[in-house]
DNA sequence: ACTGGATCCTGACTGC
DNA sequence: TGCAGTCAGGATCCAG
């Protein structure tokens, strides 16, 4: 569920309410996800101070002093700031972070497809995270960087965009917006797109992700930051869950297909 | 080396 | 009301 923009507004949402935060304790009501929750977490996080909450891609990182816990919300993991009295956890709240003075930082994931790993090492160098792609958002992004690395590559557009060796956070909300945006075809061979055309569409990838975060992400059924609400770009969407409707520039009606047994929307007039 | 397909898991929704 | 089938915002593994 979550991509760039989603993660980031639940990194924005949690970071003040657990910045400089000592851990009290940690509860793990289920292990079982993509793969199992670190043995031991509990002792490692917990009377630890959470120095910082960044992001990598999909990944929230939470710094301390001892070592980093990874989080990944897989395609149905939430976070949720809980205050003072308890809560009582639902069926798929699988780990608590009880902070001194009374605030929970709750992981929920229906799905397990999530992550809760812990790392002495920097998290930036773990397995799941060294081969990661450039963030979308930062220096080395650019269309020369995607023209270049797509040389030679028959896979299509929108898969090449979508693989987080290639670039983060890109997921299959904003891969179809992003081409939409830059006018190019979902189904087009990624390495026969020309630098021009890849300059336009790193710059549609920036553009949809960046008013994607300002509408605090989009929420399709359960999303929401850490305080519970929504995010708002879903109303701003041209293309993805629109089959039918008419393309917000040139009025033709969406198409729906499937690509990598995921939907993709798009328009087929102004896509080439 | 690339590529497409299957796969992990649960819940919501559709149609019979 | 129940049941089967399909789909869902991710990422990895596998065979070809």
């Not at 991509?3 to 292990?31: F, M, Y």
């Not at 120095?51 to 990944?59: F, I, Q």
């Not at 830059?182 to 790193?202: M, V």
């Not at 999303?223 to 409707?245: I, K, N």
Request: with cysteine; glycine share 12%.
């Amino acid at each position: 569920m979550p991509e760039l923009p989603e993660v980031e507004t639940t990194r924005r949402g949690i970071e003040p309410h657990v910045r400089g935060r000592r851990v009290a304790a940690v509860r793990v009501r289920e292990r079982r996800m993509r793969q199992p929750v670190t043995p031991g977490l509990e002792g490692e996080l917990a009377g630890q101070t959470v120095e910082r909450v960044e992001r990598r891609g999909k990944y929230l990182l939470l710094y301390t002093a001892a070592g980093t816990l990874i989080l990944h919300l897989g395609m149905s993991g939430s976070m949720r700031l809980l205050q003072g009295g308890e809560v009582p956890p639902g069926p798929h709240d699988h780990l608590d972070i009880v902070f001194e003075g009374g605030t929970v930082l709750r992981l929920r994931d229906p799905r397990r497809f999530g992550l809760a790993l812990w790392t002495r090492e920097d998290p930036l160098r773990h397995a799941l995270l060294g081969s990661l792609g450039p963030e979308p958002l930062g220096a080395g992004f650019d269309g020369a960087y995607l023209h270049t690395l797509s040389r030679g590559r028959r896979t299509a557009v929108k898969t090449f965009i979508m693989d987080g060796r290639v670039v983060v956070g890109v997921g299959n909300i904003y891969a179809s917006e992003a081409l939409h945006c830059a006018g190019i075809h979902p189904l087009r061979a990624a390495g026969r797109i020309s630098a021009e055309r890849y300059e336009r569409l790193a710059a549609c990838i920036r553009k949809v992700l960046r008013a994607a975060i300002r509408q605090g992400g989009t929420t399709l059924r359960d999303f929401s930051d850490g305080d519970g609400r929504p995010g708002y770009f879903a109303q701003r969407l041209a293309v993805y869950g629109r089959e039918g409707l008419p393309c917000p520039t040139c009025g033709a009606a969406i198409r729906c297909l499937r690509q990598a047994q995921r939907s993709t929307y798009f328009c087929p007039a102004c896509q080439r």
